[in-house]
């Protein structure tokens, strides 16, 4: 009888990646998604959770192409996974890619209508839903509106092609607890409609019990769990899911202050020519 295989939208096989001039942050590391998941991406700061969401998104070229697989494509190398709309990733940066001109940040003097009504190939029913869930008034400026009014706009050019996997870095920070929920429904509508993964890296787990199918738990760049929620012992004798990461990060920190401090690196002199204007800002990191 012919083994049938179970499909992946994630699946990342003996990923090695480290910053120049920095230890190893994933040494053989590996991670498997499946399709129709809200997987939570959880763990302290620093343990790799916005490098590793960078390297699903193909910012960072690593290994070879079937290292990092995100729907059956090379996340690097195959670009038209961003350019269909169907690999998209909201982090930290407030910017809109517009042709030749490149990144364009969105505080610059725009209207929130320009923004979005600039985005070429979009359904209107699904424009003006996005614009509707998160209250966007196409009036605002982005020079002058708050930080989650911006946040709101960034959001919505995110969202506004339907994907198929949506990596999600820290984005409902800015939002207030309604519009964080609200688009939390919609995001769960996108996967149970539509089978969307989504890999969302939050310190924030208000009402993620019941939101989430899975979680990766990351700590110095080592998959330590990966499990369904609902398969979670801990969650079962907790109150919430905070409690449950809370352990984890205090165990985490008792471990951490037990470790012997070692030996600063002793400095190296570097090339002259890594100031050079024509360095790749690529080479901030190297791959093995």
């Not at 012919?2 to 120049?20: D, H, M, N, P, W």
């Not at 129709?36 to 699903?56: E, Q």
């Not at 985490?252 to 002793?266: G, L």
Request: glycine share 8%; charged share 25%; with cysteine.
């Amino acid at each position: 009888m012919e083994e049938v295989k179970t499909s992946s939208s994630i699946r990342v096989c003996g990923l090695q990646f480290a910053y120049e001039g920095q230890p190893p942050l994933f040494a053989e590391f590996n991670l498997d998604i499946s399709p129709g998941s809200r997987c939570l991406l959880v763990g302290a700061n620093g343990s790799g959770k916005t490098t590793l969401l960078k390297i699903l998104a193909g910012k960072h070229m690593v290994g070879g192409r079937d290292v990092v697989q995100v729907l059956n494509s090379s996340a690097f190398h195959d670009t038209k996974l961003v350019c269909s709309g169907d690999l998209a990733y909201l982090g930290g940066s407030w910017s809109k890619t517009v042709g030749s001109a490149g990144e364009i940040p969105l505080q610059g003097d725009f209207s929130a209508e320009h923004m979005i009504f600039g985005v070429e190939g979009i359904d209107p029913a699904r424009r003006e839903k996005l614009i509707e869930l998160l209250d966007i008034d196409l009036e605002w400026r982005m020079h002058k509106v708050s930080d989650g009014q911006r946040r709101r706009v960034q959001i919505c050019m995110g969202l506004l092609h339907p994907f198929q996997v949506l990596l999600l870095d820290e984005v409902t920070v800015d939002l207030d607890v309604v519009a964080r929920m609200d688009l939390l429904e919609f995001f769960k509508e996108e996967c149970d409609q539509r089978g969307a993964t989504i890999v969302y890296a939050t310190h924030i787990f208000d009402g993620l019990e019941t939101w989430a199918t899975d979680l990766a738990y990351i700590q110095d760049g080592e998959l330590k769990r990966t499990e369904k929620l609902s398969m979670l012992d801990e969650l079962k004798s907790s109150a919430n899911l905070l409690s449950v990461v809370e352990s984890w990060l205090r165990s985490e920190n008792k471990s951490d202050k037990k470790k012997p401090m070692n030996p600063p690196a002793p400095i190296q002199k570097t090339s002259p020519f890594d100031t050079s204007p024509f360095r790749s800002s690529r080479h901030m990191a190297y791959y093995r």
